[in-house]
């Protein structure tokens, strides 16, 4: 049985020439970010961006490449005229979870509060639940930043109906997107919509930094981070790097969603960060015709397992149409239809985050050094 592994894929990608330079595409340095994952193969083909579209021979001779070796199963391989970013100063390590002072200075220096939304896995409605909550607690009085840290799926310039890219005043610092009267700031914003992302953990590190530190957010009472499924290289940028005031988990009522939740939580845990509660999202279906209830997924798990954990359960959302719909036409329904009763079980969520930040920035104050005088 064969294994797949990088040096077996970099091994048969010396076959590939580049045919204006004379030598393989691995000595030249052109493949970047790749992954091997049981299976399934993933990278980019730097090139030069004059060279682009006539690389495209050089990028179907690699997939080719690598789909002739014994035990692959996919390969997806993308030109790209990105460049190896600076390496990250060696000062950042060893900061510990980057929740001092020094951190949020360098990073979001007028931001009261930064809140993440997380899942386990992937397809239960993350992206929807955190640009909700961001609108409910801008309709709660809050000024609110929205910060798209799903770098390989970002969904928020759809989601907020916000088109083309950011400007700069100083040619430096970018200025954020706005939409329904909250700022964003998306890699959705700087790549086409249909690019795969296919990046190392620096490289992802990078860009989320970026996205903090060079965009101009100004003073916010709260941002709400979404940030990508999973408990890999990205979250854990997030959770080490930011001063993450807390997380709120969002999972499904399967069985199987809930161990992902438990994931989470588990990460949060382990960098200290504070998890606010647990949202159970598609709780249940209201048929539209007949104003029936399902639960086509159980319902409950959420809540149950929030009392086996030890944190709060923050509320429930049905599975419905609408508020897929409006979250895919750029209106979620928080702002389209404020008086519904999913805008209202929103509200509800955020007013109880509100409540959690206002405690954990107390406790924090509380906990701050105090000069005695005897």
Not at 267 to 281: H, T, Y
Not at 307 to 324: A, Q, S
Request: hydrophobic share 40%; aromatic share 4%; glycine share 12%.
């Amino acid at each position: 049985m064969s294994h797949v592994n990088s040096e077996t894929i970099l091994e048969a990608l010396k076959a590939v020439q580049d045919p204006d330079r004379g030598q393989d595409i691995v000595t030249l340095g052109m493949v970047q970010g790749l992954e091997v994952r049981d299976g399934h193969v993933a990278f980019a083909v730097v090139v030069d961006p004059q060279r682009g579209a006539g690389m495209e021979p050089v990028r179907k001779a690699a997939e080719q490449a690598v789909y002739g070796i014994d035990g692959v199963l996919s390969a997806t391989v993308v030109l790209t005229a990105e460049a190896e970013p600076n390496q990250a100063p060696a000062h950042d390590h060893g900061h510990g979870h980057g929740h001092g002072h020094g951190a949020q200075e360098a990073l979001l220096p007028g931001v009261k509060a930064i809140v993440a939304v997380a899942s386990g896995k992937g397809g239960v409605g993350k992206s929807t639940t955190a640009v909700n909550l961001a609108l409910a607690l801008s309709s709660l009085g809050h000024s609110v930043g929205l910060l798209d840290a799903d770098i390989y799926g970002p969904s928020m310039p759809r989601m907020l109906g916000i088109t083309g890219e950011p400007t700069s005043a100083d040619g430096r610092t970018l200025n954020p997107m706005e939409g329904h009267g909250i700022k964003c700031m998306s890699m959705g914003f700087l790549v086409e919509e249909e690019t795969p992302m296919i990046w190392r953990g620096p490289m992802v590190q990078t860009a989320l930094t970026q996205l903090m530190r060079d965009v101009a957010w100004g003073e916010l009472d709260v941002m709400v981070v979404d940030m990508p499924p999973g408990t890999g290289d990205a979250q854990l940028t997030m959770a080490q790097q930011v001063p993450l005031t807390g997380a709120v988990i969002v999972s499904t009522p399967q069985d199987i969603a809930l161990a992902d939740a438990r994931k989470g939580l588990n990460m949060f845990r382990k960098v200290d960060v504070p998890v606010f509660g647990i949202v159970e999202n598609m709780s249940y279906f209201i048929c539209p015709n007949c104003g029936d209830r399902s639960e086509i997924f159980g319902h409950g798990g959420a809540r149950q397992e929030a009392g086996l954990l030890g944190m709060d359960f923050l509320g429930e959302l049905p599975l419905h149409i609408d508020i897929r719909t409006t979250s895919d036409g750029g209106n979620p329904i928080t702002v389209s239809d404020p008086d519904s009763a999913h805008a209202q079980a929103y509200r509800g969520i955020a007013q109880k985050v509100w409540a959690k930040i206002e405690q954990a920035l107390a406790a924090k104050e509380a906990a701050a050094p105090r000069i005695v005088v005897h």
